[in-house]
């Protein structure tokens, strides 16, 4: 279970797992600040509230000053190694990114989908995914693991990964489309009060993780809904295109 944590007037949720790596900070951004609404995103936005909020989540989190990359998130499947600081990534498509830089944070933006947060056990590089159902039923999760081994020589058995906050299978009702790109019959669940089956995006995303070498006791998945939690997290299924949205963030110490 993610733990909440609340610093500086922000709440954040971090990850047991993750946090038994040392020199690897991260957190899951929630909607509570001295306000209800701490709105982290959307994209590069140049929105001043926007902005001052981001770094007081990132100070709060213990990451003061720290440069924020986070990617053009387009529902993708693709993954960038980030390898310098003073590129623009905002402007780069991609909705996974992976790193061996220390001193930087990794960041995606989610309101309902999910936020992976990969580490090294050696910290040597880490990863952050976002995954909505196209992302998912491309298999990104699995893209980004294989990118870190790849490129960095990780072994998947030293890698750990929480799944953060995401719309529940309790909220998640979809039509054929999803039906159809997912492929897996066993991720849906139905009820005779549901009108259409239900997704369970948490489980797609754990499995690519199991099938991409991970093992069972590194992986840590949240059973918080961000539909149903309407007083700790934002969510475009709930609030629309009004909604506000959150970060989860993952980086090395230098």
């Not at 701490?38 to 007081?56: E, T, Y």
């Not at 998947?156 to 979809?174: K, M, N, R, S, T």
């Not at 259409?196 to 199991?210: D, F, M, S, V, Y």
């Amino acid at each position: 279970m993610l733990q909440i944590k609340r610093r500086d007037q922000i709440t954040f949720l971090q990850s047991e797992v993750l946090g038994r790596v040392p020199g690897i900070i991260h957190a899951f951004s929630t909607r509570r600040g001295d306000t209800r609404d701490l709105n982290l995103g959307p994209h590069s936005s140049a929105n001043p509230i926007v902005q001052m909020n981001r770094v007081r989540f990132l100070a709060s989190v213990g990451l003061p000053g720290w440069p924020m990359m986070k990617l053009r998130q387009v529902h993708s499947d693709r993954v960038v190694n980030i390898q310098d600081t003073s590129a623009a990534t905002d402007a780069v498509e991609g909705d996974a990114a992976v790193t061996a830089l220390k001193g930087a944070v990794l960041a995606v933006q989610t309101a309902d989908c999910v936020p992976i947060l990969i580490a090294d056990s050696h910290r040597t590089a880490v990863a952050a995914v976002h995954a909505g159902w196209r992302g998912t039923a491309a298999r990104i999760v699995e893209s980004t693991v294989a990118r870190l081994r790849e490129e960095f020589a990780l072994d998947p058995q030293d890698l750990v990964a929480a799944v953060g906050p995401h719309i529940g299978v309790c909220c998640y009702e979809v039509g054929l489309e999803v039906i159809d790109a997912m492929a897996d019959p066993a991720l849906f669940e139905h009820k005779p009060e549901w009108m259409k089956p239900h997704l369970n995006l948490g489980e797609a995303n754990r499995r690519q993780l199991i099938n991409s070498g991970l093992r069972e006791e590194g992986i840590e998945v949240s059973s918080l809904c961000t539909r149903c939690r309407e007083d700790l997290f934002h969510s475009y299924r709930r609030d629309g295109k009004k909604m506000g949205h959150m970060l989860s963030i993952i980086g090395i110490v230098p």
